[in-house]
């Protein structure tokens, strides 16, 4: 049977791995190659990015979620990324490690060995009773396998510096994944990090509420996209033209309903970040939207 997910990407061929057709400053051309393709129109079909994995049917943030998300047809793979008390990157998503493990504590207290020695998976459901917390290095490894099928939205989590992101990049570069990579923060300090230690790979501030001249921030910034949340837009919706006539692009987060999708089409948002990445699949398969 047919993937819902993947028959609406195949109508749109150059929609994986879609965010910008103008690059911003700093980002070499040969990462920017696998990212180029057009900005939407209002009613054309948004790229999907799953939200920490597939958490509609897996533990956030586990092999197991990414896992699910790569198996509906996900275009990316959103995840968030910490720092460990010895400066390791994991993969976690809250400053503790409470509600979603069978551990107590900050991340940034404990070891890299001791966050993944912790349970993340019996919390969602016994069957995923074992599931641990992964390093950066086994989310590499995970998209790594699919051989060019999903791109990662790695959001940095905390203030990170140069020398970790350097750190960090490594992993990347061991693996072949540098043009699969896409980095994402609320954080200044950690974007000017990127932009210093690895400018070659592309960058998305997020911000829940719009600055008020977004072009001008993202292009001061070097960064090719803004993501928001759907309030953002609702009183300001021009700024999704003002961001693709600087050719920049804008994703919203995180959106599981139908009328936010169909707002989010309606918009001309180029990608969506979801906890369902098969009910959104289906959705734009089903809907068929115009443009």
């Keep these: 049977m ?13 929609m994986t791995t879609v965010l910008v057709l103008v690059l911003a400053p700093g980002t070499s051309s040969a990462t920017a190659a696998t990212l180029m393709g057009p900005l939407r129109q209002p009613g054309e079909p948004a790229f999907i990015a799953s939200h920490r994995g597939d958490r509609a049917t897996a ?13 509906q047809g996900a275009d990316f793979v959103e995840t968030d990324v910490r720092l460990s008390a010895d400066g390791v990157a994991v993969i976690m998503h809250d400053a503790t490690v409470d509600r979603t493990t069978t551990g ?3 991340v940034s207290d404990l ?3 001791e966050l993944t020695a912790l349970d993340a998976g019996s ?17 590499l490894d995970v998209i790594r396998s699919t051989r060019g099928a999903v791109t990662a939205l790695v959001e940095l989590k905390g203030r990170w510096e140069p020398a970790d992101v350097e750190r960090m990049v490594a992993d990347i570069r061991l693996r072949g994944l540098e043009d699969r990579i896409v980095f994402a923060s609320f954080s200044m300090t950690s974007l000017d990090a990127l ?9 998305v501030l997020i911000r829940r509420v719009l600055p008020i001249d977004p072009v001008a921030v993202a292009e001061r910034l070097g960064v090719i996209a803004l993501m928001t949340r759907p309030s953002a837009l609702r009183d300001r919706p021009e700024v999704v033209t003002e961001l693709h006539r600087a050719g920049l692009g804008i994703l919203l987060y995180t959106l599981n309903t139908e009328k936010r999708w169909r707002d989010a089409l309606d918009w001309g948002i180029d990608g969506i970040v979801t906890d369902d990445c098969a009910a959104l699949g289906t959705w734009i398969s089903e809907a068929k939207p115009e443009t």
């Design 2 to 14: 047919t993937n819902p997910l993947r028959a609406a990407s195949a109508v749109l061929a150059t």
């Design 59 to 71: 533990p956030e943030n586990t092999v197991p979620a990414f896992e699910a998300a790569i198996a």
């Design 104 to 106: 107590r504590g900050a």
């Design 111 to 113: 070891t890299a060995a």
């Design 123 to 139: 919390w969602y459901a016994p069957r995923f009773a074992g599931a641990r917390v992964p390093l950066f290095a086994d989310f």
């Design 195 to 203: 932009r210093a230690a690895a400018p070659e790979f592309p960058r």
